[in-house]
């Protein structure tokens, strides 16, 4: 293998920065629980970010370890809010283990902590669920996330893959939180306009720029504007055309001046509505972090 094949993928250039800020609204900066190789510390991240208007972003975990280091860098950093949950595809693990019941006990005492505004990712996944005992499981950790996030006044962040109806089905069962999320939205006219009249909210990642995302183009245009959320889903889903490389919170700007130019509006005035909304779900960055020893 040469060098140049063993060398991780670089990063993109910083693109045009915004006039008006906006935030990320789902991130995964932690510096472990992926496969990227060569991925940047999260500050340069932030940093990168906040040079071209991203303002602030939602750090998002999927796992106990995950969910620990976004409510304590939320502590300690300004620019950052945690989001805290299981992520679907870990809920089976953890029940096979055992510790389905205590996993979830932490995420309820992490969901406590003053910069932990958000319970997510939780969902249901049926792409990589394998059979009767880890579908029952997903179900069991969702309804345990919601009833979570209405105990703490939380917004709740939605994984769904392949799951559109159960997924709808379950929050209506359930009851849904009063601020709830479909992170990387990924259905079509219909669901958007269903989960809108809800007055639930659809956050748009970089797959709504893949040329073979029309779908994701026809539900943005069917959405009031104050449904819309942005995310990155860092490291992955890279905006066209960019894919290929690794993702980052200041990517954001392309993603965004994607969507305002397919609904023909001006990308400052969609930043100020994504703004208003953003910290309409979740709340402002600008209370006081705790400053915790590293």
């Known amino acids: 293998m040469t060098d140049a094949e063993a060398a991780p993928p670089e990063y993109p250039p910083l693109p045009e920065a915004l006039t008006v800020g906006v935030y990320d609204n789902h991130t995964h900066l932690e510096p472990f629980g992926n496969e990227l190789k060569g991925q940047l510390d999260y500050r340069e991240h932030l940093d990168r970010a906040s040079s071209v208007g991203v303002r602030g972003v939602v750090q998002v975990g999927g796992n106990l370890e995950t969910s620990r280091w976004s409510a304590e860098t939320a ?3 300004p620019r950052v809010l945690a989001a805290v949950a299981l992520h679907p595809n870990e809920a ?3 029940k096979a283990s055992g510790q389905l019941d205590a996993a979830l006990a932490e995420i309820d005492e992490l969901a406590g902590r003053p910069r932990v505004r958000a319970i997510g990712e939780t969902g249901l996944d049926f792409f990589r669920a394998e059979g009767d005992a880890d579908l029952a499981a997903q179900y069991e950790s969702f309804e345990a996330h919601i009833e979570i996030a209405k105990k703490h006044n939380l917004a709740l962040q939605i994984h769904d893959r392949d799951a559109h109806s159960e997924v709808i089905k379950t929050l209506l069962r359930v009851g849904a ?3 709830t999320v479909f992170h990387c939205f990924s259905g079509d006219a219909e669901m958007a306009r269903t989960c809108t009249d ?3 909210y659809l956050s748009f990642a970089g ?7 029309g779908y994701l183009r026809e539900a943005l245009e069917v959405i009031p504007r104050g449904r819309i ?3 990155t889903d ?3 889903l890279t905006p066209h055309p960019l894919r290929g490389r690794p993702n980052s919170p200041y990517l954001i700007p392309v993603t965004l001046r994607a969507m305002a130019a397919h609904l023909g509006t ?7 509505q994504i703004t208003s909304t953003t910290e309409e779900v979740y709340g402002t960055w600008d209370s006081e972090p705790v400053i915790i020893d590293d």
């Open 207 to 213: 797959t709504v720029t893949f040329k073979n995302a």
């Open 75 to 77: 502590a300690r950093e």
């Open 266 to 272: 001006d990308v400052s005035m969609l930043a100020a």
């Open 198 to 200: 809800l007055g639930w």
């Open 92 to 94: 089976p693990r953890y």
């Open 177 to 179: 939180p009063e601020r």
């Open 234 to 236: 860092a490291p992955y």
């Open 229 to 231: 959320l942005v995310e």
